[in-house]
């Protein structure tokens, strides 16, 4: 089956420092999607890509859907406490549009 | 605007007792919905979707099924628990083309 590969596992970060993590699939999807998961709770879509190239913010949040529509990435900039937590890539395709998700990045913001 | 329902919060059942978690959504039609099991800081796993009421796909073979009575009603059983079925387990629905949104999630202790 399909496959999400994310990277990296996990990170220590100092407060105020910028994130990067990626995700990348041997397998095409038609959007990319970014969710963020606090403990004990359900993941929340941060941001959502639907085109090959596409940029988009939310706030101190970037992604971009890779151009072969094969990878992604999020950018976190200017960490805060809060921003602890997991973070996963998804990818939609198939004629059922089926998420699928990668494998997690967990970020911790040292204060 | 649509909301995903899924209940109960936190659940400790017996080996070998039975098991039913349920979910709704409200504020839709015909969205696709899924479950998701999820192990201790580890990544998400597809367990079932369905794309209408009846048509289930399950992605591992294991002790639970689930159903789709209704439209935007989906439920997770098993005949009967065992230790490894423990977990969080996420109910999620999504548009035919778009981003899922998840539960609050169920936390499943098998004693």
């Known amino acids: 089956g399909q496959q999400l590969n994310q990277s990296p596992q996990s990170m220590f970060i100092q407060e105020g420092e910028d994130v990067s993590m990626n995700c990348t699939s041997s397998?095409?999807?038609?959007?990319w999607l970014w969710y963020k998961q606090d403990p004990g709770e359900g993941p929340v879509l941060l941001i959502a890509?639907?085109?090959?190239?596409e940029l988009t913010s939310n706030g101190r949040l970037t992604a971009q859907f890779g151009i072969t529509r094969k990878d992604s990435f999020l950018n976190i900039s200017a960490s805060i406490p809060s921003d602890v937590g997991i973070y996963f890539c998804?990818?939609?395709?198939?004629?059922?549009?089926?998420?699928?998700f990668g494998t997690g990045t967990k970020l911790q913001v040292i204060p | 605007s649509q909301t995903i329902h899924q209940w109960p919060a936190t659940l400790v059942q017996p080996v070998g007792s039975p098991l039913s978690l349920e979910c709704t959504v409200e504020?839709?039609?015909?969205?696709?919905l899924y479950w998701y099991r999820q192990a201790a800081g580890r990544g998400l796993q597809l367990l079932f979707y369905?794309?209408?009421?009846?048509?289930i796909s399950s992605e591992v073979p294991q002790n639970l099924s689930a159903s789709r009575p209704q439209d935007r009603q989906f439920i997770l059983s098993s005949k009967k628990l065992l230790l490894s079925d423990s977990g969080f387990y996420l109910c999620?629905?999504?548009?035919?083309?778009?981003?899922?949104?998840f539960g609050q999630g169920t936390r499943l202790t098998v004693v």
């Open positions: 999620a629905w999504s548009y035919q083309v778009g981003a899922a949104f």
């Open positions: 397998s095409i999807f038609n959007t």
């Open positions: 890509l639907y085109k090959a190239g």
């Open positions: 998804a990818g939609l395709s198939g004629g059922y549009q089926k998420v699928t």
């Open positions: 369905s794309v209408g009421i009846g048509q």
């Open positions: 504020g839709t039609s015909n969205p696709n």
